[in-house]
């Protein structure tokens, strides 16, 4: 008589990962519906049905909706961070790398940077996105900084470079095409850096 035992482990794997999976798609239902509407108008119902699933498993996954905005600015801050990675020092690499993130996510972002006066939430997000955007700049271009105080001008001024806003004067007021908005942005770049005593 042959012994159940051995799958066992394969059916619990198999539940652990359909876990992951519906908490995976109610966290990117969640990140989409947040690019896409006023925070103020989604409710647990509009990512449920986003997701696919009922608003019951949500709640059990999550909680609430506090702990889903929680799981949610986690996951969207790791994908942020995954999408801008570039080799610290590489101009032309980190100009495309920001570029191609805000073509995917900057009209989102522009949108909770609307909503950030009056809605917590989007002020949460806003205020780690900044706080993600800095560090990224000091990270990726710290090889080319200065040392002493004019680091921080430097950081400064590479950030307003970089920043969404930048990106939207280029491509939504502009209308300047993606290949034209990053040389307009690593022209920014490099002066920034040629002005502090680096080449860039």
């Known amino acids: 008589m042959k012994s159940s035992m051995p799958s066992r ?16 798609r109610v966290l990117d239902a969640m990140v989409a519906l947040h690019e896409q509407r006023l925070s103020a108008d989604i ?4 990512v449920a049905a986003e997701a696919g699933v009922s ?13 889903l905005g929680d799981a ?23 100009v495309r790398a920001i570029v191609d993130h805000y073509e995917r996510r900057g009209d989102g972002v522009l949108l909770l940077l609307a909503q950030e006066g009056s809605e ?14 800095r560090r990224w700049v ?4 710290a090889p080319l900084l200065p040392r002493g105080a004019a680091q921080e001008e430097s950081i400064d001024l590479l950030v307003v ?4 806003y930048t990106w939207k ?32």
Do not use: C, K, N
Request: a positive charge; aromatic letters at 4%.
């Open 9 to 24: 482990p394969y059916r619990m794997t198999a539940r652990a990962r359909a876990v992951q999976e519906t908490r995976d």
């Open 72 to 94: 949610a600015l986690e996951r969207a801050t790791a994908t942020v961070e995954d999408e801008r990675r570039t080799r610290p020092g590489d101009v032309a690499a980190a």
């Open 138 to 141: 000091s990270e990726v271009f």
């Open 120 to 133: 917590a939430f989007a002020a949460r997000v806003t205020s780690q996105g900044r706080a993600l955007h």
């Open 43 to 46: 409710s647990l119902a509009d």
């Open 55 to 67: 608003v019951q498993t949500l709640l059990r996954h999550f909680g609430s909706r506090e702990g």
């Open 161 to 164: 470079a970089t920043d969404v």
């Open 169 to 200: 004067l280029l491509r939504r007021d502009g209308g300047h095409s993606v290949p034209t908005t990053r040389e307009r942005i690593e022209t920014l770049v490099r002066s920034v850096l040629a002005a502090a005593g680096h080449p860039g």
